[in-house]
């Protein structure tokens, strides 16, 4: 199975700062990879999907590149909602395996 | 709107069995496929099994395969997970999601927490 490792695990910033976070996948998944925002206590939320598209709702802060091996997700200006944990996910093979999170916090 | 609402967690002892409900209203269940992804307490996501919508494929992670059936019952709009000899490490929230967009998970139920013990 393909395995996700995102880096860094911590990220401490202060609001209105930029935020990237890593994701690597030990083969390529070419651009079928996802990112998920999870809060406390909350289910996850689809952010960006097929690598760089937006899902609906998502504020234009957020964005996402990359291709084969390597991604990354951006947040341009950190905003307080923004804190919180976020995993990658690839779907280009069974298991859709998830990336064990890297977390946001101020 | 779109709603996934899991049901069926609870406390069982170890080798027994448990059944998880998924009902989901607000779109039109039988063209979509429905997964299962569970996170054990504080740690990361991981993803369980996914039923396409005619019900006939399914796959499942290698830590459930064979002790976990997935199923749909399309004129129910629900989807289902059977757990059988459960173990200590199966305990976790187990999460219900929409296959949408693009083939990710789009819409996620809150949740149910599964807790083996005895």
């Known amino acids: 199975e393909i395995v996700l490792t995102q880096s860094p695990a911590t990220l401490s910033l202060s609001p209105g700062e930029g935020a990237t976070l890593s994701c690597r996948a030990s083969?390529?998944?070419?651009?079928?990879l996802g990112w998920y925002q999870q809060k406390p206590g909350q289910a996850p939320r689809l952010l960006i999907y097929?690598?760089?598209k937006r899902a609906p709702g998502i504020p234009a802060r957020f964005s996402g590149s990359g291709s084969g091996t390597d991604f990354t997700l951006t947040i341009s200006s950190l905003e307080p909602e923004d804190f919180a944990v976020y995993y990658c996910q690839h779907r280009i093979n069974w298991p859709h395996t998830f990336g064990q999170g890297t977390k946001v916090e101020i | 709107q779109v709603q996934v609402v899991e049901s069926g967690g609870g406390v069982v002892q170890p080798g027994r069995s448990l059944r998880l409900s998924c009902a989901a209203s607000?779109?039109?269940?039988?063209?979509?496929?429905m997964h299962w992804v569970r996170q054990a307490p504080s740690k990361a996501l991981e993803w369980v099994a996914v039923?396409?919508?005619?019900?006939?494929?399914?796959y499942y992670a290698d830590s459930v395969k064979g002790r976990f059936t997935i199923s749909r019952d399309n004129s129910k709009s629900t989807a289902y997970l059977q757990m059988d000899s459960l173990r200590a490490e199966d305990t976790a929230v187990y999460y219900c999601a929409r296959m949408g967009l693009a083939g990710y998970l789009d819409y996620w139920g809150q949740g149910t927490l599964v807790t083996v013990s005895s």
């Open positions: 083969q390529s998944v070419s651009y079928y």
């Open positions: 097929d690598v760089s």
């Open positions: 039923i396409w919508d005619d019900g006939i494929n399914k």
């Open positions: 607000g779109f039109t269940f039988r063209s979509h496929g």
